[in-house]
């Protein structure tokens, strides 16, 4: 069922627990207003009734109905003029009518309510009769000559009633009406902050590994949006990104392999063309297995570049003496140096470090050995140490030759990105594969270090930022 779709549910939640709140408030704020006219009503009745009572009181000690008759009724007519619907019920002690009101008979009230009580505390009480409701008050009052009259005085209450009764109604009306007009206003408002979201969403279900080129245009979506917008496009722009490199690193690999797989079946096709002498099968055989190392050196870039990508490289940390560490490695690479007749010139100095030793003797000889390929003959690679401050140190290796155009320093630490087509193949660790910087910058980034690279018609420097404990 669609309006069982969890979104449309939850849309539907705010403006329901708008109205209610209005719903709530509303209610308390009607209940206020009529308890209040209540009370109101309830304090005019009471002090109508009493200041009545009094001023009858008064009367029958001054007058005494039995001596004064006419005078006592002319007063106590002009004491009711102007009072609405207030009915007075005055006998004496031998239960003698002395005057009585038209209206409801309140020798009725009498025996129906506690006016001992009433009268005790100067209190009220609601008498219900033929349908018609009152508010009645009553005294005792003993005179001089030793006569006692009891009076009743009832105000009716219909009215009040109907007052409020009308009230309640029209306060119900009104708050029925201001929850639909609010459930109304959420639901509209809620529709228009939903529909670019909705347009949004249909145009992200859309986006998929072929499409992964579209960016959301930011005049769909009002200017609140935008920013989220943006922020989707990029990461779509990231992701793309990812996405193509991981497609071209699928391709290099095959391609990387599909080399010396395609030599040594070549050769070996070779080879079983003709019979050969042990010698001859010796040689073949030796040549082999210089692909094979080369596609096992390849295959152990491989992994461990996986490795640092699910970020299961753990360094063994030691303490290194960086400079040591170097000038050991450029006696290593003395063989190589000397056939193009190059020198290292090991500059500087720098803190010991904590680090894999492994690890960043791998990363080190690399820089160093694309340094030897790349520096013409008779010149010199400086290696400069320098501490940068008390918690990081800086390695630069710097190499005179060609520029490498700037278009290409970014790529560089790309997995298999070379500068120029051709492939040198010279034995060195991954040498022409384009591995080895993707490698030094893992390396480097496990030690939680930056590498850099810059290169102008001088030289080419790689700039290697590490901290110096990790
Ligand atoms: N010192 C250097 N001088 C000039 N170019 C360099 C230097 N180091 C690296 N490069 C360029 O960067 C590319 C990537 O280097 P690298 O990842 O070590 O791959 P590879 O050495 O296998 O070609 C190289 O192909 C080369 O074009
Ligand atoms: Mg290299």
């Known amino acids: 069922m669609s309006w069982m779709n969890p979104n449309k549910l939850i849309s539907l939640r705010l403006p329901l627990i708008v109205c209610l709140i209005t719903c709530g408030l509303l209610y308390c704020f009607s209940f206020l207003i009529e308890r209040s006219f209540e009370k109101l009503s309830i304090q005019q009745n009471v002090s109508e009734l009493n200041s009545v009572i ?49 209206g409801p008979n309140l020798a009725f009230a009498k025996t129906q309510i506690d006016f001992d009580n009433i009268v005790e505390n100067h209190g009220t009480d609601i008498w219900n009769q033929d349908k018609s409701s009152y508010r009645v008050a009553a005294s005792y009052v003993a005179i001089e000559n030793g006569k006692h009259y009891t009076t009743i005085v009832a105000i009716g209450r219909d009215l009040q009633i109907e007052f409020i009764r009308r009230l309640r109604d029209g306060l119900g009306l009104l708050i029925g009406i201001a929850c639909i007009l609010v459930l109304i206003g959420s639901f509209i408002s809620i529709y228009f902050t939903q529909k670019p979201i909705n347009r949004l969403i249909k145009k992200i279900e859309k986006i998929n590994l072929k499409s992964l080129n579209y960016r959301i245009p930011t005049s769909l979506v009002p200017i609140k949006y935008v920013s989220l917008v943006k922020a989707f496009n990029d990461m779509l722009n990231r992701m793309e990104d990812v996405f193509h490199r991981q497609r071209n690193f699928t391709a290099d690999i095959a391609h990387e392999m599909r080399t010396p797989i395609t030599n040594l079946t070549t050769q070996t096709q070779i080879v079983l063309n003709n019979a050969r002498t042990t010698d001859e099968y010796r040689e073949i055989l030796y040549s082999n297995l210089e692909e094979y190392e080369k596609m096992s050196q390849m295959i152990s870039d491989m992994l461990f570049l996986a490795q640092a990508d699910n970020r299961q490289l753990v360094p063994n940390l030691i303490d290194i003496d960086l400079h040591n560490m170097i000038t050991l490695m450029c006696e290593y690479f003395e063989p190589l140096t000397d056939e193009k007749n190059i020198t290292f010139n090991l500059d500087g100095n720098c803190s010991h470090i904590q680090g894999d030793k492994m690890m960043l003797g791998r990363a080190i000889s690399n820089i160093l050995s694309n340094a030897i390929r790349y520096t013409p003959e008779n010149q010199v690679i400086s290696i400069t140490l320098k501490q940068v401050n008390e918690k990081r140190v800086q390695i630069v290796i710097s190499n005179p030759g060609k520029k490498i155009d700037s278009k290409h320093l970014p790529h560089l630490f790309d997995r298999f990105y070379r500068v120029e087509e051709s492939r040198h193949r010279n034995g060195n660790d991954s040498a022409g594969t384009g591995i080895g910087l993707a490698i030094v910058k893992s390396i480097i980034e496990t030690h939680k270090g930056t590498i850099s690279a810059e290169s102008d018609e001088q030289s080419t420097r790689f700039i290697i930022n590490l901290p110096t404990a990790i």
């Open 54 to 102: 009094d001023s009858i009181e008064r009367e029958l000690v001054y007058y005494s109905p039995d001596e004064n008759r006419d005078e006592f009724i002319q007063n106590l007519l002009l004491i009711l003029t102007g009072h609405h619907r207030l009915f007075v019920y005055i006998i004496d002690e031998q239960g003698k009518i002395v005057y009585r009101t038209r």
